[in-house]
């Protein structure tokens, strides 16, 4: 009977121990997991902040080209439009 409870004892104590050894591993694991993410956020936030700038850099030179063209055809759709209204058909 005593190396029955003995021997129990030891699977008790080793089941203990293999629990805190898979705690520990996970723990690690869930570590490093996080520092991949956190880097991955960092870098890719940086890109964002480079794309915004890119992109509003060629908002910007898309409403200046529209504005330029605008203005050199403005005249001309004027004229086109005074005259329809100014037309009368029979």
Do not use: C, P
Request: hydrophobic fraction near 35%; charged fraction near 40%.
């Amino acid at each position: 009977m005593k190396y029955f409870i003995a021997a129990k004892n030891e699977k008790l104590a080793r089941l203990k121990q293999a629990k805190e050894e898979a705690e520990k591993e996970i723990a690690e694991y869930r570590a490093q997991l996080e520092r991949e993410f956190q880097k991955k956020v960092s870098d890719s936030s940086g890109d964002s902040g480079a794309n915004v700038k890119r992109l509003e850099k060629e908002t910007d030179e898309k409403i200046a080209h529209l504005k330029t063209e605008a203005g050199r055809i403005s005249d001309d759709v004027v004229t086109m439009l005074l005259k329809y209204v100014t037309t009368v058909k029979n």
